[in-house]
């Protein structure tokens, strides 16, 4: 039985600061503690340095009677505050950046393409934020010029522009080693590698479907919200609700909301939009997918995970998705 010290939103999510809990090891004692807590208390830990008897310490290490663990987040104000289960920042960041497209996409396409490469461009700032927190360093810059590129590309050239975007982006990414040694490492040039052709793809899809109307990019957005608020409803209401998980919310919410988008959109059909939406529910996993590895190192399904602009991370690979929709049914 060793005793477990929690600071910051461990501390909140465990509703303690000292407790007592069993284990060999410290990994036997961080997941008992995870087992009695739950998901928010998990995707805090992810971030958090451990300390034993003031020294740091990884899973193997063995405690005992009268050791003590301590759990504290970075404190740079960066990631860990922001997966506080109760902080409403990532929530109120992802609904000003809704409300910022929908009004570019009333405006004109030009406006559109503008918010939604400088969506994307937050977005990649935040997630390497995020992972310089947990101390995985990765270039972020080959990824932010990949993406301006890829927005304009495809407003000017289409389908082709934001091929050659890519391309570009690729080959930014795999050359940037050449100027900082400090990236030549497989791992930081994947991670950048899967940044640059994330967002890229998400922002060059959103101007992709502006294309189409501003009719078929309200419906996309109407689309996102239905799923976000779905998702945020049973994370904040009905988190032990059996069966019932704020992905799974957010794949109903998504559907819902196609069906209504389908009374917005005169340019789409009813059947258009519910395929091309459940094509952006897959979009959607996988930016979670992506955005929970890229912020945690890990695959986090119900939880929320450091970082401000979380709220998007979905969306990113949505917007692809319902692009893809669109595509397949002509």
Known sequence: MATVRLFANLREAAG???IDLPGDTVGDVLDAAIARFGGDFAAGLTVANVWVNGDAADRETSVGPGDEIALIPPVSG???AAASPHDATPGLLGLILLATFLIANVINLQALTFAAVGGALAWLWDLGDTMRERSF????IPALAAVTAAGNASYRWGVAGLAGA??????????WPLFEARYRNLEAMAAAGLMTLTASVGAGAMVLIRVESAATVTAFLLIMLF??????TVRRFLPDLAGVDPNLAASVGV????LVAATVADTLTTTVTVVAGAVAVAGWFGGKVIGSMLR???VAHTTREPGLLTAIDGVVLASAGF???LLLLG
């Open 137 to 140: 360093d990765v270039p972020v």
């Open 78 to 80: 960066g990631a860990a």
């Open 227 to 232: 799923g976000a608020i779905a998702a945020w």
């Open 166 to 175: 890519l391309g570009l982006g690729l080959i930014l990414v795999l050359a």
């Open 296 to 298: 945690s190192g890990d």
């Open 255 to 258: 559907l819902v909301g196609a």
């Open 323 to 325: 692009w893809a929709g």
């Open 16 to 18: 303690a600061g000292r």
